[in-house]
């Protein structure tokens, strides 16, 4: 069955300070892969996507975010974080195994401190 | 471009109601997804309609349908409300040809009372 996990529920950081959220999946294939961010009341945004070629990938906002076959994650980044940053934070995977819905993990709420 | 609209933004309904709420998707994308967000379940997916047929399907009872028309603009529909169904109903559109890249609109927030 397909999973994703978001191992940290809430994550503060402070202004300025680098950022790095988690995302472990568990799935049969490598899948398509996705962050997406959510602020309060809103819907989904999508920050960056992984489908193939080179592990790195970049996104809006500054972030990237990195794919690693061998531990099945996709963890994601920002060197310097801003105060508008603060949100919630969304991992998701697909696969055209699956009819490519979105899975998505429980979500990491990210507060930036001044 | 405009983004994925979706309407009403806000219903209060009282149990044993039903509810249809509306979702126009990006010009030039032909599918409709709709997802379900409580606190405690956290995003689910409900169904998936291209085409205007129903490709894919979660595990929702069968008060949640849905529908799609000619012009890509999808409906989902809740009957028999229950408390339970108090929720954030996502929309979400994509191309469908590829790799899924969806698209979020803003949301329905559904409260049942």
């Known amino acids: 069955a397909q999973s994703v996990t978001q191992p940290d529920i809430h994550i503060t950081v402070s202004e300025g300070a680098s950022l790095e959220l988690r995302c472990n999946y568990s799935y049969g294939a490598t899948p398509y892969l996705f962050w997406y961010v959510q602020s309060p009341g809103q819907g989904l945004q999508l920050l960056l996507k992984y489908f193939s070629g080179d592990t790195l990938v970049q996104g809006i906002k500054g972030f990237e975010a990195e794919f690693k076959r061998s531990q099945s994650s996709f963890n994601l980044r920002k060197p310097s974080v801003h105060w508008s940053d603060a949100a919630e934070y969304f991992c998701?995977?697909?696969?055209?195994?699956?009819?490519?819905?979105?899975?998505f993990g429980a979500g990491t709420i990210l507060r930036v401190k001044s | 471009k405009a983004g994925v609209t979706q309407t009403p933004r806000y219903l209060i309904k009282t149990r044993g109601q039903q509810v249809t709420l509306s979702c126009s998707p990006i010009s030039g994308h032909r599918s409709v997804s709709w997802y379900q967000q409580t606190p405690g379940q956290g995003l689910q997916f409900l169904f998936e309609y291209f085409s205007e047929t129903q490709r894919n399907k979660g595990n929702f009872p069968g008060r949640f349908s849905g529908r799609q028309f000619s012009n890509s603009r999808s409906e989902m529909n809740v009957s028999t409300l229950e408390l339970g169904d108090s929720a954030l109903y996502l929309c979400?559109?994509?191309?469908?040809?590829?790799?899924?890249?969806?698209?979020f609109g803003q949301g329905t927030r559904l409260t049942v009372v």
């Open positions: 998701a995977v697909a696969s055209a195994e699956y009819g490519n819905k979105l899975v």
């Open positions: 979400a559109s994509s191309i469908r040809q590829g790799p899924p890249e969806a698209f």
